[in-house]
């Protein structure tokens, strides 16, 4: 064999290799190619819920009663439980629970490793407006059906244990205290609340906004001036505020009794305990 053979001898395997690796790989695509998309591997990690999201499967509870499913997207109760820091393994509240909505989805999303207190306060009282406020009952029979063995009710926020709780949520019940049931003194209930609260702790409020000044008795609404003024009074500071139920189509003059306060001009608050 001539050397100018012997000398091309090494380019020519180097080429044949590349040539051989290159096959290989199109044949690798063109088989992934033909496999069915239904028996592709699952993305597992793309199907998973964001750092900080919550599985909206819990939406979907069977246990759920379906006038709470038909209130859902008008509450956005999943969005305001991220906005506040709601987290698996959290203790927190439901103030002034009413039939327990929150208190279902709050036991949904801690888990068994985390605890809820249904607190029920004038939703325990038999008498008021003839015992149609009466809901104890409705929230026990809620907590049997949905299996939701990481909640306890309580009747008073005086019982919530103190220093206890991570957060704590009052939906559209805050205006209840003292403008309804006058024997709730505003100022006594955010002690309460502050006493309970881990240091650091956050408390949610949401109601109906109005521009009047305080308390608007005939719309049924709270101005959130006020609400500030209180929490800020019992020791808490604002850690923030969010439009996410705002309605720009709402005048501000209907009551709640007459359309559904989960689709009206609604404002949220965030308050914290001091401490780490």
């Known amino acids: 064999m001539s050397s100018r053979y012997r000398s091309d ?24 190619a033909a496999v069915p998309e239904e028996k592709m591997p699952a993305r597992g990690p793309a199907t998973q819920p964001a750092a900080g999201r919550i599985d909206r499967s819990i939406l979907e509870d069977p246990a759920r009663p379906e006038k709470d499913k038909a209130e859902d997207a008008g509450r956005k109760a999943l969005e305001i439980y991220e906005w506040l820091g709601v987290k698996q393994g959290m203790t927190v509240a439901d103030l002034f629970a009413s039939g327990g909505y929150n208190t279902h989805l709050l036991s949904r999303v801690v888990g068994e490793s ?37 909640v306890q009710i309580l009747e008073k926020i005086s019982e919530v244990p103190a220093n206890s709780l991570d957060v704590a949520v009052i939906v559209r019940n805050y205006h209840d205290v003292e403008w309804v049931f006058e024997s709730l003194k505003r100022k006594d209930v955010v002690a309460a609340i502050h006493q309970a609260m881990k240091p650091g702790g956050v408390v949610g409020i949401e109601e109906v906004a109005t521009p009047k000044e305080g308390w608007d008795k005939e719309a049924h609404r709270l101005n959130e001036k006020l609400v500030i003024e209180d929490f800020t009074a019992g020791g808490f500071t604002l850690a923030g ?7 720009a189509s709402d005048d501000h003059t209907k009551s709640g009794f007459e359309e559904g306060r989960q689709n009206m001009d609604r404002y949220l608050l965030k308050f914290r305990k001091a401490g780490n």
């Open 9 to 32: 001898l090494p380019g020519f395997a180097s080429r044949t290799s590349r040539l051989t690796v290159l096959a290989a790989a199109l044949a690798v695509t063109a088989a992934m």
């Open 114 to 150: 985390g605890k809820v207190y249904s607190v029920m306060e004038f939703y325990a009282n038999k008498e008021a407006f003839d015992g149609r406020l009466y809901k104890v009952d409705e929230v026990k029979a809620r907590i049997e059906k949905g299996s939701l063995t990481n």
């Open 241 to 247: 505020r969010s439009d996410m139920l705002a309605s």
